[in-house]
């Protein structure tokens, strides 16, 4: 059955997927910005608000007195609902990466979670 998001008019529907309700547009048009880019990023740092999540994106380029040094790249910011969602498409589709090229590990260490608030 065909709907849309509450109060945005875009088109989709609900589908049932493992016990779990999902919307799914039906037909998305994406434009690129005249500016838009694409970086490489093997770091992100993360912080939050109650009115939005910032994640900023960099690369690993080298060490300097026995630490990181990380090329902070760009910064983006989400809305929580955005946030929840995106977490929830990034897992979806890291478990379909997975069944075509196999397990991703973990190298020990490999997640470290500071509290910079």
């Known amino acids: 059955m065909s709907t849309e998001i509450k109060g945005t008019g875009v088109p989709g529907v609900h589908v049932e997927k493992d016990g779990e ?38 690369e690993i380029v080298g060490a300097k007195d026995r630490k990181m040094v990380v090329e902070q790249k760009v910064k983006v910011i989400m809305s929580p609902l955005h946030a929840k969602i995106f977490v929830q498409v990034m897992v979806e589709n890291l478990k379909q990466f997975e069944a075509t090229f196999g397990e991703i590990k ?12």
């Open 21 to 58: 309700s999902m919307f799914v547009n039906e037909g998305v048009i994406n434009e690129r910005a005249a500016d838009f880019r694409s970086f490489y990023a093997n770091n992100t740092a993360f912080a939050m608000s109650p009115f939005d999540f910032n994640l900023i994106f960099g």
């Open 106 to 117: 973990l190298p020990e260490g490999a997640v470290t979670v500071t509290n910079q608030g």
